[in-house]
């Protein structure tokens, strides 16, 4: 059972046989623009990859009261070829990717990127990665206990030894030019 049922596939597959055939033909019809245009556009593409996100077998996300734990099955890649990033908005980005090279079939490349915004009451500087000797990533972000306020820390001044002096300000009319 689909989640988003106007994007499951069985939309495209004529399940009741009492049904007109023209309905289900309508989906399909290249020469209907309406249609196709709305199966195209970017927020349906959006949907359609969080969709296979949901349901990607080698990924599993959990949260509970004490941390955020994401699993990828990356062992496609090397240890090299995988790159974890957290940034300000806490957002952890996960991103595999190797070139392209020769194997019994042929040519292959593979690339994928990974992003999860992790829940307000982590802590992004205690974000770590752990990769298994069976090619298993873990993320894990620990929880800030509630009640536990976000302790005050001191911003040291850098003495820089370089003047500022030469940074004067200049005329609006200047800076519009």
């Given at each position: 059972?689909?989640?988003?049922?106007?994007?499951?596939?069985?939309?495209?597959?004529?399940?009741?046989?009492?049904?007109?055939?023209?309905?289900?033909?309508?989906?399909?019809?290249?020469?209907?623009?309406?249609?196709?245009?709305?199966?195209?556009?970017?927020?349906?593409?959006?949907?359609?990859?969080?969709?296979?996100?949901?349901q990607?077998?080698?990924?599993?996300?959990?949260?509970d009261?004490?941390?955020?734990?994401?699993?990828?099955?990356?062992?496609?890649?090397?240890?090299?070829?995988?790159?974890?990033?957290v940034?300000?908005?806490?957002?952890?980005?996960i991103?595999?990717?190797?070139?392209?090279?020769?194997?019994?079939?042929?040519?292959?490349?593979?690339?994928?990127?990974?992003?999860?915004?992790?829940?307000?009451?982590?802590?992004?500087?205690?974000?770590?990665s752990?990769?298994?000797?069976?090619?298993?990533?873990?993320?894990?972000?620990?929880?800030?206990?509630?009640?536990?306020?976000?302790?005050?820390?001191?911003?040291?001044?850098i003495?820089?030894?370089?003047?500022?002096k030469?940074?004067e300000?200049k005329?609006?009319?200047?800076a519009?030019?």
């Amino acid at each position: 059972m689909s989640l988003l049922p106007w994007l499951d596939d069985s939309l495209l597959h004529h399940h009741h046989h009492h049904q007109p055939r023209y309905q289900v033909s309508a989906w399909r019809d290249p020469e209907n623009h309406l249609v196709s245009s709305l199966l195209r556009h970017p927020f349906l593409e959006e949907l359609h990859q969080l969709k296979s996100l949901v349901q990607d077998p080698g990924a599993t996300v959990s949260s509970d009261k004490d941390k955020f734990q994401a699993n990828f099955d990356v062992q496609q890649f090397k240890p090299e070829e995988i790159s974890v990033k957290v940034t300000g908005d806490n957002t952890v980005t996960i991103e595999g990717k190797h070139e392209e090279k020769e194997d019994e079939h042929g040519y292959i490349s593979r690339h994928f990127v990974r992003r999860y915004t992790l829940p307000e009451n982590c802590d992004i500087k205690q974000v770590q990665s752990k990769l298994s000797s069976d090619g298993v990533l873990t993320i894990t972000a620990p929880k800030i206990p509630e009640g536990k306020a976000i302790e005050d820390r001191e911003i040291p001044i850098i003495r820089t030894g370089q003047p500022l002096k030469h940074f004067e300000k200049k005329p609006v009319e200047e800076a519009k030019k």
